[in-house]
Each structure stands twice: as C-alpha cells, then as structure tokens.
C-alpha cells in the first residue's frame, strides 16, 4: 500500500477541525479504494499520543504528488515540478528535480493533472492574499472556477465500506466560481440571476432583464458574460475611460455606503467630490465640490470611501469630478425610488472631467412617510 507522509500545514484559510498544525498525516488508499488520512497528533498537556482517521485527503489528488510545471511569472521559463496542491489552505508545495524537500511557492500559474490554474488576487483594499483558478471562459469579463476542500468533523462519516465513527471526520469538496472584470478583484458568485445582478452592477438593469431563470448552467452564465462585455465595448464610445475602468467602479461600489443616519431619517442626497489621479496611479487631493454642511453624513461617506487605498494605471492621470446620487425606496414598493434633482452648477467643476454618476441605493422595510432630499448650501 503507498503512503505519501506529509506535515499537515493550516494557513489563512484555517477552519475549526480536528487538526493541529503539528500533526503529522499519512495519506494512502485501502483495498476497497477509499483514500484516508491518518493522523498521529501529541497532546502537551497529557503527554500522550492519539491517532484519528479521516476519510480522503485535503489535496487536489491521490497520489498526492503529481508531475506538472510551474510559471513564477508572466513571461518567465515555465519549468518541470512535482506538485502537490493543498485545496484546504490554497497552499502549493513543489519538488525540484527530485528533490524530496517539498518547497512552498506560490507562482503566476502551475498545470496539474491537465488543469491550468491562475493566480487571483481576492485581498480586500491593498491585502496581500490570493487563490489558484482554472479559467472556464475568457474574455474581457472571466468566469473563472476552482474546488475547495473543507474539513467536515460535525457528524460520523460512513462510505458505504466501514462502520459508522471510523473516520473521526472527511474532506468535502465544493466547486467555486468566480467573475473577474478586467484587472479588477475577482468576486464569488452563485450561478444565479441574484448573484449575477449583483456583481455585474455597472449594467444591473440590462443584465437582469437579459436572464430570464433563476438558476443558470454555466453556458448561460458564459452568455450573459458575453452581453455584459458588448455592453462594455458600447459604453467605451460614449463614457469617460475611468468610469468604465472595472478596478474603479469596484473601488466605489464597494467603499462608498449609504449613511445610516441618511437612512433611518428617510434622506436621500447628491453629492460631488473633486480628485485627481496621479502619475503613478493614486487617487489624491480628494475635496468636497457640493456643499458641505448637507449633514446627515452622506459628505462623509463619500470623503471617507475616495480616501481608501486603490491601485490604478497610470494612463488614468488628471482631474476628476465624481456626482453620487443616494436614493432611497421602499421593499414593498419598488416602483418608487426617491432620487435627488439637486446638482452642480459647471462653473464649479474648475475644468474637472466630469464622470458617470455612482448611484447608491436602500431599500427599507418601515414605511416611507417623510422622505425629503437633503442638499446643504454654500458658505
């Protein structure tokens, strides 16, 4: 019977289990093709040695190590590597040449067992974290798809072959997917008109009147891709390059919330912020163009989301004015949407270029009663 000896690592991604990171696990298959994992584990405050059974293994494969190539970077010689792809902490191990030290890495793509996966950055405003995807249709907006593995102790396990409480736990495997517009943060999704409506705010409108199911295969999910990006092309000849930049939007959509107090006092507001975009990509110079005293923190919200780290390409460069609209509605009567008609006089924009306006809605579930835009005036 083969047996692959590995220390078990718990990263990032660490999960309640019965693991420590210090136990040491064999992975082999049995007779009747169950792959399993055995655990010898020391307890410090007993001095005693326990061993548990687990039914499957954390890696992407058994055998655990398989021959594939590694790509540090785009461009760079791919080379030759035994791999072996933990698919609980996204960690990738790699033996060079025969080499029986296993070396942690993390490279631009890797190929194992005919899969080709990516590096996607998922870290929030600036962090440094990242998983590994297969690419399931490319284009300017990807779908991209991976499997996770999740270490399942809270119930007894039985596959049909051993006795019930055998395994002390086993390895679920669930398939993940994922959108990517442009550079921007891949995002989670479901396949479904909800999740999808959600991630592809730019068109919300369009993309929900284009999925006519709830539920969709991922052929579907392709094709509303593919309307999404001829949407895209169209908005290119008509909008400013930053407001169809899709690290941008993200950037705004997800930094720039509706007040509470703006919320719970029944208030929906404009306002307008002043910035620039320096040579090397940063926004700077972020200033309030709207009155200031509109109260009721919706200058706040948008001061505060434009000063949060963003990365973006230097050919982005100059100076802007970005309108947000907050609008305000009611659950159980969509149709009414409460949006702003104050906006700014020209003169005021001292030459900016003038972006797409954010809108940033809330629907409420308490009746409506007293809803009144708030606009402040100029000192």
Known sequence: MNRYILTLIVCSYRIASAQSPTDRCTVSVEANGQVVTTCDSYDNSSNTN????????????????????????????????????????????????????????????????????????????????????????????????????????????????????????????????????????PEFIEPTKRSLVRVLFEHAEQINDFIKVEKLSLEEVTRVLTYFDELVVEDRKTKPALSVEPVFTQFLHETILYPSQGWLNQLYARVYVGFEVSSTGQIQHVELLSPSNVGYNFDLSVLQGMKKYVQLRPEYAGRYVLPVAFTFANQKDRGKVYQPINKLDESRLEGRTLLDELIVSIEVKKPISMAREVWGYYK
């Open 50 to 185: 326990r061993q548990y059974r687990l039914a499957g293994t954390r890696y992407l494969s058994y055998p655990i190590w398989e021959k594939g190539t590694i790509q540090m970077d785009p461009g760079s010689q791919e080379l030759a590597c035994e791999l072996a792809f933990d698919m609980v902490s996204n960690d990738l191990l790699c033996r060079l040449n025969g080499d029986l030290t296993a070396n942690h890495i993390a490279p631009y793509t890797f190929e194992i067992k005919g899969l080709r996966y990516y590096k996607q950055p998922i870290g929030f405003m600036g962090e440094k974290s990242h998983l590994y995807a297969t690419i399931a249709h490319d284009g300017p907006t990807q779908l991209q798809r991976t499997s996770r593995k999740v270490l399942r102790t809270d119930t007894q396990v039985s596959n049909g072959y051993n006795k019930v409480g055998e395994f002390a736990g086993y390895y679920a495997q669930k398939e993940v997917y994922l959108i990517r517009k442009g550079d921007a943060r």
